[in-house]
């Protein structure tokens, strides 16, 4: 029987791609919709560590699941690192993603392509609720803001996010692509090996018991 593992989210996007890089990885994996859990927490961490840390711990105090939960962003060189940790909240958190993208145009306008570097950043945290234990792994991937919008995958910057290697937006990318290449994909690869070390703590310790 495999173990659960809640995967602290509401946002869709990040389900998708969860489902996706998660595949094989052991566990049964849950979300706090499925559980009946409302677990939406202010992230006012300083750093995507602090915010995802706050989430996983929430999510498995909630349902006392060994929890996974992320938290990312994304930094622009020429805007001094922001949006940064407040990305989903750039501009408030009402804002659309189209005005998030005008702005940043802005203030990036006449910029040379040199001068458009950024990236994106993604850290996951892992709780483990029998011992209240936290590891984290960390992904990110470079490259530059694109002059205008394109591409319909993805979901939050994608779009505006030029992966130069494959000449094309994040957005612009097939699936399986992006979920080799992107920050969150990366940060999956270390998630993967502390699910892998902590579904053996687990069975060792039923054993034992």
Not at 24 to 32: N, R
Not at 159 to 177: G, N, R
Not at 183 to 196: M, N, P, S, T, Y
Request: glycine letters at 10%.
């Amino acid at each position: 029987m495999l173990h659960r593992l809640l995967l602290a989210t509401n946002n869709a996007g990040k389900r998708a791609e969860y489902d996706v890089l998660l595949e094989g990885c052991g566990w049964e994996v849950v979300t706090p919709r499925r559980l009946g859990l409302d677990i939406e927490i202010d992230e006012t961490g300083q750093t995507y560590e602090a915010n995802a840390t706050m989430k996983a711990r929430r999510g498995a105090e909630a349902s006392g699941l060994m929890t996974l939960a992320d938290d990312s962003g994304l930094e622009i060189e020429a805007m001094g690192g922001e949006p940064g940790v407040r990305s989903a909240r750039f501009l408030g958190e009402d804002a659309s993603y189209a005005d998030r993208f005008a702005a940043i145009q802005r203030r990036l306008a006449g910029l040379p392509r040199e001068k458009r570097r950024a990236r994106f950043r993604c850290v996951i945290a892992v709780a483990d609720p029998p011992t209240g234990s936290v590891r984290t792994a960390e992904g990110e991937v470079f490259g530059l803001i694109a002059e205008a919008p394109a591409g319909e995958g993805g979901f939050g910057y994608d779009p505006i996010f030029w992966v130069p290697q494959h000449s094309a937006t994040m957005a612009e990318l097939p699936d399986h692509q992006k979920n080799i290449i992107s920050h969150r994909a990366r940060a999956v690869a270390g998630a993967r090996q502390i699910l892998k070390e902590l579904l053996f703590e687990h069975e060792r310790a039923q054993t034992e018991a």
